[in-house]
């Protein structure tokens, strides 16, 4: 794991996007796993810079999203894919139709997950995966105590990761749905390449725990200290519990 304590946001964007482009221009079909939350946004930012500077091409990526809350009608302003098409797809020119997401919204919910497994597998694994973490440890939707061997399912979101998401659905937690369906630990494992970005200090704690806690699921983010290519960018504000 490589841990690189940046000077501000900008800086964080500028890595993280050093890695998409350096991936891209060897391999213009990467898949990409992308997060939702703040903490990628300066990577997206500087991506999206990137295009549209014509420094950068990525119209021929496929994106895999983590999660997806459930329940929410298609195209709802706080839907994780909804999110991830206004922050990054759109505006980097990803065709919609290699935007994918796991299906909150549909009837079947584990059929859903088994077919998001199946797609990830079929486009070749994820190549890059940008990931934030939950200020309680959690990577994408795997709250403490989920198996460090789990696969996309539905999970339920603790009180304290709705409160932390409220902002999204104006401060308001019981609108935060109650439900997702998530990428596993085990899925996100299989990754080749995996880029955490933290910041502020509601994130040390689970920082602290990320780089040098015991491997436990009562830290999800833990369990990449098992994967053989993780770098960690972080402000100083995040990584004040090292
Ligand atoms: C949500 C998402 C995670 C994200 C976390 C932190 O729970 N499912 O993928 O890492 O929030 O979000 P933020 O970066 O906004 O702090």
Redesign the pocket.
């Known amino acids: 794991m490589e841990v690189v304590i940046c000077r501000d946001e900008e800086e964080i964007g500028r890595l993280g996007a050093d890695v998409v482009s350096r991936l891209v221009r060897t391999r213009p079909e990467a898949v990409l796993g992308v997060?939702?939350?703040?903490?990628?946004r300066p990577v997206y930012a500087e991506l999206v810079a990137r295009v549209r500077a014509g420094e950068l091409d990525l119209s021929g990526v496929s994106t895999f999203s983590?999660?997806e809350y459930v329940g929410l009608p298609e195209g709802h302003p706080a839907s994780?894919r909804t999110e991830i098409r206004r922050e990054l797809t759109d505006p980097a020119g990803i065709p919609p139709e290699r935007v994918h997401s796991p299906q909150g919204s549909a009837g079947d919910l584990p059929a859903a997950a088994r077919a998001y497994e199946k797609r990830i597998a079929a486009a070749g694994g994820v190549d890059v995966q940008l990931?934030?973490?939950?200020?309680d440890g959690?990577?994408?939707?795997n709250e403490p105590g989920s198996s460090l061997a789990s696969r996309t399912r539905i999970k339920t979101l603790t009180r304290r990761?709705r409160e932390?998401?409220a902002r999204f659905f104006d401060g308001d937690t019981d609108a935060v749905p109650t439900h997702?369906l998530?990428q596993g630990l085990a899925t996100i494992m299989q990754a080749r390449h995996v880029v955490l970005?933290?910041t502020?200090e509601?994130?040390a704690r689970a920082v602290a725990q990320l780089v040098e806690g015991a491997v436990s699921a009562r830290w999800p983010a833990t369990v990449l200290q098992w994967h053989p290519h993780v770098s960690v960018l972080l402000d100083e504000a995040a990584a004040a519990g090292l």
């Open positions: 997060a939702t939350g703040s903490s990628p983590l999660d994780y990931l934030g973490i939950g200020s959690h990577i994408a939707f990761t932390d998401n997702c998530t970005v933290a502020g509601g994130k």
